[in-house]
């Protein structure tokens, strides 16, 4: 009995981190309609820009201290992305999106490699083997942390889309770009905003991630085709859709993992993938209705 | 498309190609030790500078003779790479300070550094390139994993050129290739001193009776956890609880950690490099989770291991090839000056990846020096035939090298080392020791 419910406490810690990436690539897809194959690097820049902080202040600030500073700094370079690569090619189709984003995954590796070399880097960290202990199930601290954080985010995005001026206009566009335009929406604007958000989102979780994994140039493909599956189970373009996507990625993950064979355990999570397309192609938590182009 | 947006995007263009390169790998030329060329490596550099990413052009230089470095200089195996780099720049420094080959006219050994990436699938080509491309090499060494090493065997067979491997991969030396070299132990070798540590620790009252063997499923791994699970299943007083492998890359180990849990193990031997053994590990303490562990070396034994763990990598213990802290090399002043020149230029001590890529290139030079010759075959025939004499080719333990054949330094032994105030330290067999056990 505790080994079972300790699996699913991890399954819904590491969850928790899926969908903290996760939550950002449903974002950008669900107002500009890319699949983001850079989301990943994202994340990577996300960690190298908190190792490079946490050198610049001395090793003396904790990755949690830096989170708003890197927030800002990947929400800035959210916006000139969206501005110098993936404007020129809005409206050019799907093809035009996998190829922009896959070369910028490309790029932003090789770049990464030559500013900061091969090498594993780290952020020192003192919790990176603590944990809380609940009875006999003990929970990973970084994990329980950036398993919060993705609650709070989840729920401050879904407040921002529903309560704000903004957040209505950007609602507005994903459903119709045409007519909200014809409403006076700015949607370039909203454009870069929603672009922006989602590189910061994946900033953010870049962050949080640093006590629990090394840094180096390709650590993002650990959690792109993952993310991806769980983007795709809670529905393209929801928010709460890919939170509980993650968390339930991450629950069966850890089921198969334990119970059966590690090995088994990604393929347990495409195989998900499969009957839950199959059953229900939109995604779990999806309303229905076609996707506009 | 404005005439601002157009110039952008062209500015882009050259950004982006240069950033392509950054990231990739190529074969470029260093003679370290040479005094009238001072290469950026020869200070320590352990990354190819944008200098030096042209490709060799395949002179020979006339006084020097070339040796192919391959190393994993990018991608997730970049850590070992970049000691294996550091280790054979160092013995080639040495080598050439101290007239290089005397057989040759005091030639001095030229290095054709390669980034074979850390992707098997890619080995064989660049090898083949870069082979292509230098017909005058002697032969090749750093292959710092079984993977790539197997992947370039074939291709090393085909220019029958000798070269030396890292790997540890027990296919290596029995698939009856002629042309390459270890002068490390096999995966046998492993779990046999696994066994005796074990039985040393129980003897010493540190119990320990239901093992779990957790791998990744590469060649390392999997090569590494059959010999412990033939040793091991028939073990007495030992029952193997649980053998478990895993796709390396994975990014979480909490399952793997409450298998092993669940299944009682007092004694685990996980065979991972440094990424997943840092995650398994520091899973295990988060949930307090202390076995006795006997790792199977790779990235148990990285500098990087340490950094990222932290104190709580103290205690931890591990199979090794090499360490530079055993007694061969403490009782020889050349070996002992050497690590120590190490340590001051790399700032670092000397791993594992780093004193066997040395020791191969100190076995290589000596080779070819008895040769008296690049030719392929003689230096083949040298390396099986003489008996070393270099003071440097005492680094590797236990002392001087023996190739058969198939390729195996016959005298090759493996060691168990500890952690310990963030430095791997030989603690068995007792006769090498540098430290004692760790309580």
Request: charged share 15%; aromatic share 10%.
């Amino acid at each position: 009995m505790i080994t079972a419910i300790q699996t699913i406490f991890n399954g819904l810690l590491i969850g928790g981190v899926y969908a903290l990436i996760a939550v950002g690539l449903t974002m950008i897809f669900g107002v500009l309609k890319i699949v983001n194959l850079a989301q990943g690097e994202f994340v990577m820049i996300g960690m190298y820009a908190t190792f490079v902080l946490f050198n610049l202040f001395g090793q003396s600030a904790t990755s949690y201290m830096l989170l708003p500073l890197v927030a800002i700094i990947m929400l800035a370079l959210g916006a000139v992305i969206m501005i110098v690569f993936i404007r020129p090619v809005l409206g050019k189709g799907d093809t035009a999106y996998i190829l922009i984003t896959s070369g910028l995954s490309f790029v932003l590796q090789n770049l990464a490699q030559g500013f900061f070399t091969a090498n594993y880097q780290f952020v020192k960290s003192d919790i990176k083997t603590a944990s809380l202990k609940l009875g006999g199930i003990y929970l990973s601290l970084p994990k329980v942390i950036a398993f919060f954080v993705a609650v709070v985010l989840v729920l401050l995005v879904s407040l921002f889309l529903k309560s704000t001026d903004t957040g209505r206009a950007i609602r507005s566009v994903s459903i119709d770009r045409a007519v909200s335009q014809m409403l006076g929406v700015n949607v370039a604007k909203m454009y870069i905003i929603a672009f922006s958000l989602g590189v910061m989102f994946a900033g953010i979780s870049g962050c949080l991630l640093t006590p629990i994994y090394s840094i180096y140039p390709r650590i993002g493909t650990v959690f792109s085709t993952t993310v991806f599956a769980v983007v795709v189970l809670g529905g393209l373009g929801n928010i709460k859709g890919a939170f509980f996507g993650g968390l339930l990625v991450g629950v069966v993950e850890n089921f198969v993992g334990t119970y059966y064979s590690m090995n088994l355990a990604p393929a347990a999570v495409f195989l998900l993938f499969i009957v839950v397309m199959l059953l229900r192609p939109d995604g779990l938590f999806a309303k229905g209705g076609a996707r506009k182009a | 498309m404005n005439m601002g947006k157009r110039l952008i995007g062209l500015l882009l263009i050259p950004i982006m190609i240069t950033s392509l390169f950054a990231g990739c790998g190529g074969a470029s030329s260093t003679t370290p030790g040479n005094t009238s060329q001072q290469p950026a490596s020869a200070q320590g550099g352990s990354v190819p500078t944008q200098a030096e990413q042209g490709l060799s052009d395949g002179s020979t230089g006339g006084d020097t003779v070339k040796i192919g470095l391959f190393a994993c200089l990018s991608g997730n195996n970049a850590d070992s790479g970049k000691i294996v780099r550091q280790g054979v720049e160092l013995a080639t420094k040495l080598v050439n300070e101290n007239g290089g080959l005397e057989n040759l006219g005091g030639a001095k050994i030229e290095l054709v550094v390669t980034d074979i990436t850390s992707d098997s699938t890619q080995v064989a080509a660049i090898v083949e390139r870069v082979l292509s491309q230098n017909p005058d090499m002697a032969c090749g060494l750093g292959f710092s994993t079984s993977g790539v090493t197997l992947a370039a065997i074939s291709v090393f067979e085909n220019y029958k050129m000798p070269f030396f491997t890292c790997g540890t991969n027990n296919d290596i030396t029995t698939k009856g290739y002629n042309y390459v070299f270890r002068n490390v132990c096999n995966g046998t070798a492993f779990s046999d001193i696994q066994l005796e540590f074990i039985r040393y620790l129980q003897n010493a009252g540190y119990g320990g009776t239901k093992l779990g063997i957790v791998y990744e499923n590469t060649a390392y791994g999997i090569s590494m956890a059959e010999s412990a699970e033939a040793k091991f299943s028939n073990a007495d007083g030992l029952e193997l609880a649980l053998y478990e492998s895993f796709s390396p890359g994975f990014s979480d180990a909490s399952s793997l950690v409450t298998k092993l849990k669940n299944a009682g193990c007092d004694i685990v031997i996980p065979c991972a490099y440094a990424n997943e053994c840092s995650l398994i590990m520091s899973t295990m303490a988060q949930m307090n989770y202390s076995p006795i562990v006997v790792g199977g070396g790779a990235g148990m034994l990285l500098p990087s291991f340490g950094v990222d763990m932290g104190e709580s990598v103290n205690g931890i213990t591990s199979a090794s090839c090499w360490n530079f802290d055993s007694t061969n090399i403490t009782n020889s002043a050349a070996c002992t000056a050497a690590v120590k020149q190490y340590e001051e230029t790399y700032g670092d001590f000397m791993a594992e990846h780093a004193g066997l890529t040395f020791s191969h290139l100190v076995a290589a030079a000596e080779a070819i020096n008895y040769a008296g010759s690049t030719d392929h075959e003689e230096i083949r025939k040298a390396i099986i035939e003489m008996t070393p004499e270099w003071e440097l080719n005492l680094i590797n333990p236990p002392g001087y090298w023996d190739f058969d054949e198939k390729g195996d330094n016959i005298n090759a032994i493996a060691l168990i080392v500890q952690w310990q105030d963030g430095r791997p330290r030989t603690v068995y067999p007792l006769e090498y020791a540098g430290a004692e056990l760790m309580q």
